[in-house]
Every structure is written in structure tokens, then in C-alpha cells.
């Protein structure tokens, strides 16, 4: 079992910068991967992916946000971050964390609660 815990999330001007933090604790030597997903509020649409990064630390973003976004993580996967630079409106979601973890030949997905991000003036 892992657990993950967003927090970072609130008001930022478009053009600015946020950094949202994921804390995963529990089995977190079983974790393949850690990924930020995001949803605007009281949309029905799925959520889409911002980014992920691998054990390898091979990090992949969606189009929306790369050159903008960057994914790290400490080396004990406790801590994965989300570097929001050059913040637009349309970034304004809800965001969650996402670790895959378990085994290698069934494993789990686990998701955080969400932080959510506000884009204005």
C-alpha cells in the first residue's frame, strides 16, 4: 500500500510559477512510477495527464504543458514535485498525484485527494 498526499495548490497569476508537492509514504520501494494528473473543477471530460516520471527518472509531459512544467522526485520516492512555470488560465484544475506501485506484473494504481490550482489576476 502506498499513499500520496498533494499539497502546493492554490491562486497564481497567469505568467507566474507554483510548485505542487507530492509526499508518498508507505511502500514506497514498491513504486514504479509517479505521475501528476489534472481535472478542472466539475468537469465530466477524464483527467489528463501533465506528467510522469519513471524509477529510471525518464520523465514525459503532456503537450499542454511541455516546456513549462517540469516533474522531479527526491531519490527515496518520498517527495515527487510539479514545477508550473509561465502559468496560462487553462492550467486552473484540479491537480492529482499518482504512483503506481506493487508488482511488476499487476500494479496498483494509487491517488491523492488533490490540490487545487487557481489561475487569475
Known amino acids: 500500500q502506498v499513499q500520496v498526499v498533494e499539497s502546493g495548490g492554490g491562486w497564481v497569476q497567469p505568467g507566474g510559477s507554483l510548485r505542487l508537492s507530492c509526499a508518498a509514504s508507505?511502500?514506497?520501494?514498491?513504486?514504479?512510477?509517479m505521475a501528476w494528473y489534472r481535472q478542472a473543477p466539475g468537469s465530466g471530460s477524464a483527467r489528463e495527464l501533465v506528467?510522469?516520471?519513471?524509477?529510471?527518472?525518464?520523465?514525459s509531459y503532456g503537450d499542454s504543458v511541455k516546456g513549462r512544467f517540469t516533474i522531479s522526485r527526491d531519490n527515496a520516492w518520498s517527495t515527487t514535485y510539479l514545477q508550473m512555470n509561465r502559468v496560462k488560465p487553462e492550467d486552473a484544475a484540479i491537480y492529482y498525484c499518482n504512483a503506481v506501485a506493487g508488482s511488476s506484473w499487476s500494479p496498483t494504481d494509487y491517488w491523492g485527494q488533490g490540490t487545487q490550482v487557481i489561475v487569475s489576476l
Open positions: 508507505g511502500s514506497i520501494s514498491s513504486i514504479k512510477a
Open positions: 506528467a510522469h516520471i519513471t524509477t529510471a527518472g525518464s520523465a
